[in-house]
């Protein structure tokens, strides 16, 4: 694989993502901000914005490259001269409650010497879940999605790239409360054995086409469903650890900051309302209290 092939790919799959979302809401179209790096590349941002289904939304692409910064190495634990990277990253924020926050990206990272010889390169990526209220069906369809994805390459990548989507997305400081309902997650997967970089780039491909199957239909289920103040409040809730985690733990906003990107992009998968009031606690009892415990107790969906 060249690293031309995946930047098409990724081209094209943001298109696709964004036609499909515009056609489900019906109202609302993507706004496109094309940007540059100083420093090296650039990208295009797309974002949606007060839709009839999409409160927010992002679909964003980036090549970018340059030298290897001394924040940069910290942060990743990395050694070299310079870097390449190129990535597909999403958010969707939704109006009605009732309807998760959905997260994705697919990414390809190489790493060169001081005399421009690639000595490094690896895949990550993955799709995550996150509902404020917990509907069972929906959290089985989006696994089963990405298992049917994973299982044309190995039968033993689901379970284990769930098990990282499950450690990965904690917000460790919140008593290990988890972000959502999980997913997959992997990252750092590099050629080796029989594992070429065709292999990874077909497995990421495979898993950035199921998106769309296994999020829309869960869009379409819940989108018209009625809710009231208090379950809006509980969505401000939700999202302020939504905002907690991306800001203190997610790797790919700490990279995109310490590699000196584009900040509106970056933060783009920032909701716009949410809400901190201090020691709230859901009613015992209750369906917010029922997705407080799946969050604490991940759980095997398939």
Same mark, same amino acid.
């Given at each position: 694989m060249k690293k031309e092939d995946f930047i098409t790919y990724i081209q094209q799959l943001q298109t696709q993502i964004c036609e499909a979302l515009e056609v489900e809401d019906g109202v609302a179209k993507f706004e496109s901000d094309l940007w540059e790096r100083p420093g090296g590349g650039g990208g295009l941002t797309r974002v949606i914005q007060n839709g009839r289904v999409f409160e927010k939304?992002?679909?964003? #692409?980036?090549v970018v490259y340059?030298?290897? #910064?001394?924040?940069?190495? +910290? +942060?990743?634990?990395?050694?070299?001269?310079?870097?390449?990277a190129c990535g597909i990253s999403l958010v969707i924020h939704p109006v009605n409650p009732m309807t998760p926050t959905v997260h994705a990206n697919f990414r390809y990272f190489?790493?060169?010497?001081?005399? +421009?010889i690639k000595v490094d390169s690896w895949f990550g990526g993955g799709s995550d879940l996150t509902p404020y209220y917990l509907f069972e069906e929906d959290?089985?369809?989006?696994?089963?999605?990405?298992k049917q994805a994973c299982d044309q390459s190995d039968l033993a990548f689901f379970p284990k790239f769930k098990k990282h989507c499950d450690e990965y997305f904690v917000n460790k400081?919140?008593?290990?409360?988890?972000?959502?309902?999980g997913g997959i997650f992997y990252d750092y997967l590099r050629e080796e054995g029989n594992h070429s970089s065709d292999f990874w780039f077909e497995f990421s491909k495979a898993n950035g086409d199921a998106f769309i199957n296994a999020y829309l239909p869960i869009v379409q289920k819940r989108r018209n469903l009625s809710f009231t103040k208090k379950n809006k409040y509980w969505q401000e809730i939700r999202r302020g650890r939504y905002v907690e985690f991306n800001l203190i733990h997610d790797r790919g906003t700490l990279f995109g900051l310490k590699s000196n990107g584009r900040t509106e992009s970056i933060l783009m998968s920032l909701p716009p309302r949410a809400r901190f009031n201090y020691n709230d606690a859901p009613e015992?009892?209750?369906?917010e209290e029922k997705l407080l415990n799946i969050l604490k107790n991940p759980k095997d969906w398939v």
């Open positions: 939304g992002g679909v964003n #692409t980036s340059g030298d290897v #910064t001394p924040g940069m190495a +910290q +942060q990743l634990n990395i050694k070299g001269a310079s870097f390449f190489e790493l060169y010497d001081e005399k +421009q959290a089985v369809h989006f696994h089963s999605t990405f400081h919140r008593g290990n409360e988890s972000r959502g309902i015992k009892g209750s369906e």
